[in-house]
């Protein structure tokens, strides 16, 4: 059943004539396809993550139905999707007015550029529309074979440990690891031939050497070779725990085949997590520039500052990502049209020379084009976060007061802002955990690490996760991290929870 | 073919069933967690299924957030009510899936009757009034100058220059004179109506305790919850026993404690004078609801209930519930003899067992799932 249609007439004319705009402004972005679709069908597109076809599973079902009833309710509204793919998909709402269509898709285009442009973006799949609908005909052909309950339950344990990711591994493509490979594989080889086999002879045969060379060594001591082998594999130190147990979790080829399915899209979408600022603040200025600069008709101001003001809203009790994005990036436009920024600036004692800093320098819009590029929101909240800004934007920390059992204001101070941000949206939010040893207490128990920099994990929610992650390992796991100030290590045995340390 | 998500959905909500049958057993046992907002808004959260992961305990966290206030003030309490409409999210978002809408009691009542699956009650044919009400959905040429309708006084101005030619577009006067005024005029609507009333009586003797009447109050929440969802106008009484029985409001209804003897009978009684008093089953829905512990003094005076009810309360009401709570002290008898005489299937009788608050929606549901 087809839900959505190519935009025609004179939505068409509009996107044409958007797309000149952007052009114009230099944005730089994948072919873009604009399709409309009603409510209902937009509301299965976002809870499906903007893709038509997923893998069947509840938790797809559950983020329709609070979308649907959120939409029902009159408590949100999705005006557009746009997902990262090459030609780049973005969804309409067709019950959008026209101010709203104009809005939407100044917006997609920018989001589009950032998604061609973005480094992190670089090595996402841009053909996950067939990736994804091939990961859904592959899980439910598994659950004809092996049934829909025992794969549905699989699926909920490794979704589990979906947030267990390493930022790192997005740019570890197929060919970097194979050319690690071989580089540590040579130097074995080298150190292995004592360097007399440093000729052009073919790969396998220097395999066959090198076995050789192995075997000739078998009088050396041999203990101390496997000790150190042992320690080397046990002390694996990976944040990849979904990569760690498809190597090493004894588990069966459709269950290793189904970890490594969420795990490609779980990092598909990782980057999206890691630019929500960005990305949003970017797309925010574009549709802010080309609709105030070009599109905009004179009757459709009032619309269009209402609209942008409701996108723009701030809230007491979070960061609105589109607001601080769109801020940071006019800022840093401002910052580096005038040159208020480097050595001279930032020493500069005179406040009164400071605010009229300007040295004509004029390089706002190259600097931001620049930012987009290799920036996520740690490094850009970290290098342009400034405090003349916080004290603008009125950003502030808040923290629960047993005493009121309310959350209070804490401070406005720079620094603590600054900290709580990064710490907010270090590691995309997630606690850091890493693999640490998949044979430990010589027990072939598996050993999780909570890199612990302040904030607890939440107990319950640790122990139900290591009874999922039980599941898959099938001996024994722990997570080491502290709690309260104290170090502890949660065990869990299949029967029960048990805390030591 | 629909979309495949349907499915999920399916799944979700299947799943969940059991799950808000839990949720939903937390609300009824905890009254008090539904709030009431406003006049009659109600929050209640959405069912969902937490995924369990490695994250963060909330409160040690706190957060961050933008606008004015100085340290040591609140940032709570300032839920936005509209919520914010986004634009559009570009992938996954990892909500707070703890999502609360504000309910009104209908709706609320609706979300009771779909998950208990309770059918609409069908109201006594003869018992159906039909009365007239007028309502201002008319327009007329005459009238008082307090129902002058304005757009509609210009608009037929406006019809009236333009066919006469003196309207002029460039210079748009619009003067409307005596003919063009027009009225809101009452139409006359002939409306079904039907009117319930519900009576309560609950043994107040000193074997019910204040958990027997928490149950007892969240219980005749919901059921009037229900009962107003089904009918135009309810009213509902209440009375109270232990050896005599007397009318109370609803205050005294729920934290009166009284010592004693048990005469159900006394609460009959009263009941069938109220009735023929205030109610005529003619033009009313009844709907006596009975909750005691099952103790009654001695078993003349059960014959006497048996008796009343047989010539007085059933010909008169819908249907009798009796509602039984399990108590230390109270030996349950009263479920038995009815039971004994009536058959645990009966047209006129309702029984229900209430174990503990867990037991109140399967009781609703024994109560209402009749339809009648």
Known sequence: MIRTKPISGELLALKNQIEKYAIDYGLDFFPQVFEVCDYDTINILAAQGGFPTRYPHWKFGMDYDQLSKGYAYGLQKIYEMVINTNPCYAYLLQANNWVDQKIVMAHVYAHNDFFKNNAWFSHTNRNMMDVMANHGTKIRRYMDRYGADAVESFIDKVLSLENLLDINELFETSALKRSRKELVDQEKVESEDDGYLNDDRSAALKSFMRTKARATKKDEPKEEVDEAVSAERRHVSTKDVLGYLIQNAPIE???????????????????????????????????????????????????????HAGVMHMSKQNINPYKVGIELMRDIEYRWNRGMFGKDYNECPSMKDKIEWDTKLGKGREKIF????????????????????????????????????????DTKDFNAIKQKLLSQLTNFGQPIIEVEDGNYMNRKELLLNHVHYGIDLDVNFANETLRNLFAIWRRPVNLKTKYEDKEVIFHFDGKEFKPQG | MDHPIKRDHARFRKIVKGKIRDNLRKYVSHGSQIIP???????????????????????????????????????????????????????????????????????????????????????????????????????????????????RTYKQALKRQISSDSYDPENPTVVPIRRDFRYRASDTKVEMQNAAVVIYMMDVSGSMGD???????????????????????????????????????????????????????????????????????????????????????SADDTKLCLDLLDNHIFPASNVFCYGQVESRYGSGQFYKDLTAKYGSQNENLTLSKIKNKEGILDSIKDFLGKGK
């Open chain 1, 253 to 307: 080829g459709w269950q290793a085949d189904i970890i490594g399915i969420l795990r490609e899209e779980a990092y598909y979408f990782l980057p999206q997590r890691m630019t929500k600022i960005m990305n949003e603040g970017w797309a925010s200025y574009w549709h802010s520039t080309i609709m105030t600069q070009r599109a905009l008709d004179a009757s459709e101001i009032i619309d269009f500052a209402d609209k």
């Open chain 1, 370 to 409: 620049e930012v987009r590029k290799s920036h996520n929101d740690i490094s850009f909240i970290d290098e342009f976060l400034t405090p003349d800004f916080c004290e603008r934007q009125q950003l502030f920390t808040y923290k629960y007061n047993a005493r009121s059992g309310r959350f209070e204001i």
């Open chain 2, 37 to 151: 907002k406003g006049t009659d808004k109600f929050t209640v959260p959405m069912p969902s299924i937490d995924i369990p992961r490695f994250k963060f305990g909330d409160k040690s966290q706190g957060g961050m957030g933008q606008g004015q206030g100085k340290p040591g003030d609140p940032v709570d309490g300032q839920q936005d009510p509209n919520g914010q409409p986004g634009q559009g999210e570009t992938g996954e978002g990892e909500g707070n899936k703890e999502l609360e809408v504000e309910l009104s009691l209908e709706e609320l009542a609706r979300i009771l009757g779909d998950e208990l699956e309770l059918p609409n009650i069908e109201p006594k044919g003869k018992k159906s009034l039909k009365s007239v009400v007028n309502r201002y959905t008319n327009i007329g040429t005459t009238g008082p100058d307090s129902l002058r309708h304005l757009r």
């Open chain 2, 211 to 297: 958990e027997q009447k928490e149950i007892v109050r969240t219980e005749s929440f919901w059921i009037n919850l229900w009962l107003k969802s089904q009918y135009k106008d309810i009213e509902i009484r209440y009375i109270i026993h232990d050896a005599t029985a007397k009318e109370v409001d609803e205050h005294t209804f729920f934290r009166t404690r009284e010592s004693g003897g048990t005469l159900i009978s006394s609460a009959y009684n009263l009941c069938k004078e109220i009735i023929d008093k205030d109610y005529n089953p003619n033009e009313w829905n009844i709907y006596p609801f009975h909750f005691s512990d099952g103790d009654n003094w």
